[in-house]
């Protein structure tokens, strides 16, 4: 039986960096179409690996990653948390996740103010494993926070972050005819409108 027709997902050939960097970067981007095909232990497994080694204040490493496969129990609870624009492309995600965040240190019950950040770390310590793995890794907004809290059980000192979308890429015309124009790597604006020597000057 022959191998499916694997569709690459790098979007490194569109985007030119204005300082030299490594590729992986430029390859990153969030694809939408996706094929239904499971992933693997393995493979999901890898991903979460990557993001375990993602940099955290004090090694606190306040990411947690709730997640449900498809043609599971638990995928009608993640899948209706979506907003429907999202429904109509990850149907054919293989898993979907949910990021929660501690907001409080570990050791001393203190705030900890970068629980978003550091979680925002794994997250692209994931989605570059994915790309590695020619893996779609689209991180959402676009679900309902206060009904991820609840119905996954999430603890008040615990706060939700994001949804990822993970699966095997396919063809862009297998999306909905709006978004398969959007279906492109996206560019950056140039990298001295994002920083400034000294105090806030933009």
């Not at 960096?17 to 939408?32: A, D, G, N, Q």
């Not at 972050?161 to 396919?170: E, F, N, R, S, V």
């Amino acid at each position: 039986m022959s191998e499916p027709t694997r569709i690459p997902i790098s979007g490194i050939s569109k985007r030119q960096p204005e300082y030299e960097i490594e590729p992986l970067f430029l390859m990153r981007w969030s694809p939408r179409a996706m094929n239904g095909e499971i992933l693997s232990e393995n493979e999901l497994m890898r991903l979460f690996e990557a993001s375990r080694w993602a940099p955290s204040s004090f090694n606190e490493q306040e990411w947690r990653f709730l997640y449900a496969r498809r043609d599971t129990p638990e995928w009608e609870t993640f899948f209706n948390l979506l907003v429907d624009a999202n429904k109509t492309w990850c149907k054919d995600a293989a898993v979907l996740v949910v990021v929660v965040g501690a907001k409080n240190f570990a050791k001393n019950g203190k705030a900890n103010k970068v629980h978003s950040f550091d979680c925002g770390a794994a997250f692209q310590n994931l989605a570059l494993q994915a790309t590695s793995m020619n893996i779609v890794a689209h991180g959402m907004a676009g679900f309902d926070f206060d009904k991820a809290k609840s119905s996954l059980n999430v603890p008040d000192d615990f706060e939700v972050q994001a949804m990822i979308a993970l699966g095997k890429p396919a063809p862009k015309d297998t999306l909905p005819k709006e978004l398969q124009d959007k279906e492109e790597p996206s560019q950056r604006r140039p990298v001295k409108l994002s920083v400034c020597e000294g105090s806030f000057s933009f």
